[in-house]
């Protein structure tokens, strides 16, 4: 059975950081785009950022660049989310997903998804 395993979450203070992690089990996911989404209470997921099998062309969403780093590691199997000057609004669970496509940034673009880690960002 093919999973998603995140860790790394917390609960941090507003300009704090975090680094999240997401390491696969039962497969490797090196051939794979692989994305960082979250979900809010009572709000839709959302896309965060996105990277492809190569660790280039890192995308975000407006909201988070220039705070989040995303990165992978393939000889670890390892995809990360750095995150910096974290903020209230960026409480959340995170989810990391594996996708076939080159560079996915929608919901429809991944096949694998973990079971997201808790993000709490207090003011």
């Known amino acids: 059975q093919v999973q998603l395993i995140e860790s790394g979450g917390g609960s941090v203070q507003a300009g704090g950081s975090l680094r999240l992690s997401c390491e696969p089990s039962?497969?490797?996911?090196?051939?794979?785009?692989m994305g960082w989404f979250r979900q809010a209470p009572g709000k839709e997921r959302e896309f965060v950022a996105a990277?492809?099998?190569?660790?280039?062309?890192?995308t975000y969403v407006g909201s988070v660049k220039g705070r989040f780093t995303i990165f992978r590691d393939n000889a670890k199997n390892t995809l990360y989310l750095q995150m910096h000057s974290l903020k209230p609004e960026d409480t959340a669970v995170y989810y990391c997903?594996?996708?076939?496509?080159?560079?996915?940034?929608?919901?429809?673009?991944?096949?694998?998804w973990g079971q997201g880690t808790q993000v709490t960002v207090s003011s």
């Open positions: 990277i492809r099998w190569n660790g280039r062309e890192p």
């Open positions: 039962g497969r490797a996911f090196e051939n794979y785009a």
């Open positions: 997903a594996a996708g076939r496509s080159l560079l996915p940034t929608t919901i429809a673009g991944y096949d694998y």
